[in-house]
């Protein structure tokens, strides 16, 4: 009995797991549907093609919505980024150029993101309306320094750096689908295993509980936006590179399919437990979706729908056996066990107690 | 009996003032508290009791006026809620001292953690003095309450017994008790109680706030009165009874009311 219990539990605090059985569950669905295309690895190496920015972009999002915060502004940044990193690579004929550009990119996000952290943390503007006010204005100064128009770095082909960040590994896998696992992977540390995750934690599920407890709230919020800033800006030159051209509405489509991948992951919207890990499925649901469902051969007109279904399902999903949330099944599980369990427990303080 | 304490403070706060804007919170607070000493601040509403809190615990400095803290002089450009820590001061609200979606291993050690190089936290580490403070100076046993377990799933006794048993590890020497008990069944506020009158043994001071004079009149060696922003009143534990302290403060209570009834 208590062995099933443990086994059950220990499956539903493993982070992302459900959202993980959803994305297996719906290609799953694709190769019965659709197996001419979901029998071939195409179609696989064109999600790690394709995910990857609006994941990165996600994964940031992730951190800041744990911290009971929002960021609307970030399509702005990739736009902005990728106009930086061609402008500075069409402009300067040189070896480093490339470089200067990522430079020159990553400091423009860093920039957005500290302005929008001053507004939020500073001045206390709520971040839903200081980032919605940065994402027009940064998206318009895009279009003004672009002069609405695109820029095309065909040529950044031939650089170490194209191999760098969006190159196929092996002549296969896009390197900027091990950039995506990377982020994931490094984020998942900051945020669980690191003073500043659990700054984020804190301030997330109770500001006022963080500061009396020591934690700068508005230093975590402005390194939190900055560093979004820089990871959108990150998204934005993985993309950028991968197109091999700049075009300023570039990132506007990754508003809201970012954030649902978020949602998909498991985090709270109230902020104070996000997953990593959730996050990384829930992109690559997302990311398949509209792909998947098209090649299933049913009009596209349904794709919406179907869209709009999984993610409840997955949400729902997530309420139900997520980590915490397991109570109703849990419940009963202690029900069932409550005596066996309480005397397990004294049993194991009372050894506790001769041994210290 | 000399009391050794005497004359030795936890804390002395001289004249102090405090201003939010116009608004006077706390006018010539003068006070101390002993190094072993239970000190009940009593007040009304809006009285100045959590402004005192927050100033002793750095979260904002007061306007004006001094502070020493176990005979340290307090620079106030330079205090904070960490240095306040470091100082021996732990704070514990009614409802802002833990993080409610957290395990209780974070609750403990959130705000000064054990870390590894880069700023990494040593989860073990963080565990295995979570659970011993939890079995020793707490004393959860056999509730099923482990340091996975998540403040949500505590009753609000357990949780302010997380919370003064954090205190008492940091080695406070000084806990302050912000309205502990407040929304507690009879059961939970004796389990808080309890937790206080180990703070007397573990020989620390302690200023405890509650609006149950009743709770107050147990655990407390001496009263402070305070009334919008001034103090009106020490009195010791053994020079009022329970019924006086009642009298005195409902007296006090009316006559603040005719005189403000005087003036219109
Ligand atoms: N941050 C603040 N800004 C402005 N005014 C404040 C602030 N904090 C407290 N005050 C004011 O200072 C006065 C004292 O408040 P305080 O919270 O110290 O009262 P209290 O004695 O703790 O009352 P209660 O028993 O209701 O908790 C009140 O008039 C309150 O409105
Ligand atoms: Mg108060």
């Known amino acids: 009995m208590k062995q099933r219990r443990s086994i059950l539990a220990t499956l539903g605090s493993i982070e992302g797991l459900p959202v993980l059985g959803i994305l297996l569950l719906l290609y799953g669905a694709f190769l019965i549907t659709a197996p001419s295309v979901f029998t071939k690895h195409r179609i696989y190496m064109s999600f790690l093609q394709t995910v990857p920015p609006p994941l990165v972009l996600g994964l940031g999002l992730t951190l800041v919505i744990?911290?009971?915060?929002?960021?609307?502004?970030?399509?702005?940044?990739?736009?902005?980024?990728?106009?930086?990193?061609?402008?500075?690579?069409?402009?300067?004929?040189?070896?480093?150029?490339?470089?200067?550009?990522?430079?020159?990119?990553?400091?423009?996000?860093?920039?957005?993101?500290?302005?929008?952290?001053?507004?939020?943390?500073?001045?206390?503007?709520?971040?839903?309306?200081?980032?919605?006010?940065?994402?027009?204005?940064?998206?318009?100064?895009?279009?003004?320094?672009?002069?609405?128009?695109?820029?095309?770095?065909?040529?950044?082909?031939?650089?170490?750096?194209?191999?760098?960040?969006?190159?196929?590994?092996?002549?296969?896998?896009?390197?900027?689908?091990?950039?995506?696992?990377?982020?994931?992977?490094?984020?998942?540390?900051?945020?669980?295993?690191?003073?500043?995750?659990?700054?984020?934690?804190?301030?997330?599920?109770?500001?006022?509980?963080?500061?009396?407890?020591?934690?700068?709230?508005?230093?975590?919020?402005?390194?939190?936006?900055?560093?979004?800033?820089?990871?959108?800006?990150?998204?934005?030159?993985?993309?950028?590179?991968?197109?091999?051209?700049?075009?300023?509405?570039?990132?506007?489509?990754?508003?809201?399919?970012?954030?649902?991948?978020?949602?998909?992951?498991?985090?709270?919207?109230?902020?104070?437990?996000?997953?990593?890990?959730?996050?990384?499925?829930?992109?690559?649901?997302?990311?398949?979706?509209?792909?998947?469902?098209?090649?299933?051969?049913?009009?596209?007109?349904?794709?919406?729908?179907?869209?709009?279904?999984?993610?409840?399902?997955?949400?729902?999903?997530?309420?139900?056996?997520?980590?915490?949330?397991?109570s109703g099944v849990s419940d009963a599980f202690r029900r069932w066990t409550s005596s066996s369990r309480s005397h397990v427990t004294k049993t194991a303080m009372e050894t506790n107690d001769t041994a210290l | 009996m000399v009391d050794d304490s005497a004359h030795s403070y936890a804390l002395q706060m001289i004249d102090v003032n405090k201003y939010f804007g116009p608004v006077c919170a706390l006018k010539n607070i003068s006070f101390d508290v002993g190094s072993n000493e239970i000190v009940g601040l009593i007040g009304d509403n809006g009285a100045g009791k959590s402004t005192i809190v927050k100033i002793l615990t750095g979260v904002f400095p007061p306007t004006s006026g001094e502070l020493y803290i176990g005979g340290r002089k307090v620079d106030f450009r330079r205090y904070s809620v960490q240095k306040a820590h470091r100082y021996g001061i732990e704070t514990v609200y009614q409802d802002k001292s833990l993080g409610e979606k957290q395990v209780l291993w974070r609750n403990f050690f959130i705000g000064r953690e054990i870390t590894l190089p880069f700023g990494f936290i040593d989860v073990k580490k963080e565990k295995e003095i979570a659970n011993e403070i939890m079995i020793n100076t707490i004393g959860f046993r056999g509730k099923g309450i482990t340091v996975d377990s998540k403040v949500s799933e505590l009753s609000g006794g357990e949780r302010q017994g997380v919370a003064i048993g954090r205190a008492m590890h940091f080695q406070a020497d000084l806990i302050l008790l912000d309205e502990p008990t407040v929304a507690l069944s009879l059961k939970e506020v004796r389990k808080v109680l309890n937790f206080v009158h180990k703070i007397k043994e573990g020989g620390r001071a302690c200023i405890y706030i509650s609006h149950d004079i009743h709770d107050v009149y147990e655990i407390s060696d001496r009263f402070v009165i305070i009334d919008r922003g001034e103090i009106v009143a020490s009195i010791l534990k053994q020079d009022i009874s329970l019924k006086d302290l009642d009298k005195f403060l409902l007296e006090y209570a009316h006559g603040m009311k005719d005189k403000a009834e005087d003036k219109s």
């Open chain 1, 66 to 326: 744990t911290a009971g915060e929002i960021d609307l502004s970030f399509p702005a940044v990739v736009a902005l980024s990728g106009f930086a990193f061609s402008w500075v690579f069409t402009n300067f004929d040189t070896v480093w150029a490339p470089w200067a550009g990522v430079a020159l990119a990553l400091a423009a996000g860093a920039l957005v993101g500290f302005v929008n952290g001053l507004l939020v943390a500073k001045v206390g503007v709520p971040s839903i309306m200081a980032t919605l006010a940065s994402q027009f204005f940064w998206y318009g100064v895009t279009i003004l320094l672009a002069g609405g128009l695109q820029l095309n770095i065909k040529e950044v082909e031939e650089t170490v750096m194209h191999d760098i960040f969006t190159g196929r590994i092996f002549g296969l896998i896009p390197a900027q689908a091990l950039w995506g696992l990377g982020l994931a992977i490094f984020l998942w540390f900051i945020l669980n295993r690191h003073t500043f995750g659990e700054s984020i934690i804190f301030v997330g599920d109770n500001p006022n509980v963080a500061q009396v407890m020591g934690i700068n709230v508005e230093i975590t919020r402005i390194k939190l936006f900055t560093l979004m800033g820089v990871i959108a800006a990150f998204a934005g030159l993985l993309l950028t590179i991968e197109m091999n051209v700049f075009f300023p509405t570039q990132g506007q489509s990754f508003l809201l399919s970012a954030m649902a991948a978020v949602f998909i992951g498991g985090t709270l919207i109230s902020g104070g437990k996000g997953s990593v890990i959730g996050t990384l499925w829930g992109s690559y649901i997302i990311g398949s979706l509209q792909a998947g469902v098209v090649a299933t051969g049913v009009t596209s007109y349904w794709v919406q729908s179907v869209m709009g279904f999984i993610m409840i399902l997955a949400v729902a999903l997530n309420v139900v056996i997520g980590e915490g949330r397991l």
